[in-house]
C-alpha cells in the first residue's frame, strides 16, 4: 500500500514538473511590423512557437536588400527556469558584408518578458554582390533535456556604392545596452554596495568589541 502510494504520487510530481514543456517553453518570432518592413507582408513568422520548432520557415532564405541596415528578432522564455543561449554568424565574403553587430551579448539568457534584439549586416558599398548569411541560434533549458538550435538563411543583397550608414536612432539600438544587461548591471553593483556596507559594519564592530 504504501509503495503503490509513493509510485502515485511521484507519478504525479513527475507530470506536474513536466507541465511547463508541455505547454510550450519558447516563442522566437519576427513580428508583423518587422516582417511588413522585410517582405511586405502582414504576420508573424514563428521560428518557435510554445517551444515547437516550425521547420517551414527556416527552409527559406530571405533576401536582406540594399538599404535594409539590421534584422530585428522578438523572443521570450515561457517558463521560469533559465534558458541560456549563444548566438554566432557565418559568411564568407568581408569585402562586400562588414563586421556584423548586435544590441545584446553573444552569449546569455533568453529573457522571461518579450523581448526584440536587433542584428546588424552592414555592406561596404565596394561592389555589387550577394552574401548567404547563416545566423545559428543555440538555447538549453537549464536542469533538462530541452534544446533548440536554430540556423536562419539570409541572402544579404549589396550594392556597389550604397555603404551601410546607420542613423543615430538605429545607432544608439544597436550600440546600447539592453534593459536585461543593465538590469544585471544594477544588481551587481547594489549587491557590491551591500557586501561594502555589511563588512563595514563587521570591522566597527570588532573594533568596538576590542577597545
Same mark, same amino acid.
Given at each position: 500500500?504504501?509503495?503503490?502510494?509513493?509510485?502515485?504520487?511521484?507519478?504525479?510530481?513527475?507530470?506536474? &514538473?513536466?507541465?511547463?514543456?508541455?505547454?510550450?517553453?519558447?516563442?522566437?518570432?519576427?513580428?508583423?511590423?518587422?516582417?511588413?518592413?522585410?517582405?511586405?507582408?502582414?504576420?508573424?513568422?514563428?521560428?518557435?512557437?510554445?517551444?515547437?520548432?516550425?521547420?517551414?520557415?527556416?527552409?527559406?532564405?530571405? @533576401?536582406?536588400?540594399?538599404?535594409?541596415?539590421?534584422?530585428?528578432?522578438?523572443?521570450?522564455?515561457?517558463?521560469?527556469?533559465?534558458?541560456?543561449?549563444?548566438?554566432?554568424?557565418?559568411?564568407?565574403?568581408?569585402?562586400?558584408?562588414?563586421?556584423?553587430?548586435?544590441?545584446?551579448?553573444?552569449?546569455?539568457?533568453?529573457?522571461?518578458?518579450?523581448?526584440?534584439?536587433?542584428?546588424?549586416?552592414?555592406?561596404?558599398?565596394?561592389?555589387?554582390?550577394?552574401?548567404?548569411?547563416?545566423?545559428?541560434?543555440?538555447?538549453?533549458?537549464?536542469?533538462?533535456?530541452?534544446?533548440?538550435? &536554430?540556423?536562419?538563411?539570409? @541572402?544579404?543583397?549589396?550594392?556597389?556604392?550604397?555603404?551601410?550608414?546607420?542613423?543615430?536612432?538605429?545607432?544608439?539600438?544597436?550600440?546600447s545596452p539592453s534593459r536585461r544587461q543593465l538590469h544585471s548591471l544594477y544588481m551587481a553593483l547594489f549587491f557590491l554596495f551591500l557586501f561594502v556596507f555589511i563588512f563595514a559594519i563587521i570591522i566597527y564592530c570588532c573594533t568596538?568589541?576590542?577597545?
Amino acid at each position: 500500500m504504501l509503495a503503490s502510494t509513493w509510485f502515485t504520487t511521484n507519478l504525479v510530481v513527475h507530470l506536474f &514538473l513536466l507541465i511547463p514543456f508541455i505547454h510550450g517553453f519558447l516563442n522566437f518570432y519576427i513580428d508583423r511590423q518587422e516582417v511588413h518592413r522585410l517582405i511586405g507582408l502582414s504576420s508573424d513568422i514563428y521560428y518557435v512557437k510554445d517551444g515547437v520548432v516550425q521547420e517551414y520557415p527556416l527552409g527559406f532564405e530571405m @533576401n536582406i536588400q540594399p538599404h535594409i541596415c539590421d534584422l530585428n528578432f522578438t523572443w521570450k522564455n515561457l517558463i521560469k527556469k533559465k534558458m541560456p543561449y549563444s548566438i554566432t554568424f557565418h559568411f564568407d565574403n568581408l569585402h562586400v558584408l562588414g563586421m556584423t553587430y548586435m544590441n545584446i551579448s553573444r552569449q546569455g539568457f533568453v529573457p522571461t518578458e518579450a523581448e526584440v534584439f536587433s542584428i546588424g549586416f552592414p555592406c561596404t558599398g565596394k561592389e555589387d554582390a550577394e552574401v548567404h548569411v547563416a545566423i545559428n541560434v543555440n538555447i538549453t533549458v537549464m536542469d533538462s533535456h530541452e534544446k533548440v538550435f &536554430l540556423t536562419l538563411r539570409r @541572402n544579404r543583397i549589396c550594392s556597389a556604392g550604397l555603404a551601410h550608414t546607420v542613423s543615430e536612432d538605429a545607432y544608439h539600438l544597436l550600440t546600447s545596452p539592453s534593459r536585461r544587461q543593465l538590469h544585471s548591471l544594477y544588481m551587481a553593483l547594489f549587491f557590491l554596495f551591500l557586501f561594502v556596507f555589511i563588512f563595514a559594519i563587521i570591522i566597527y564592530c570588532c573594533t568596538r568589541i576590542c577597545h
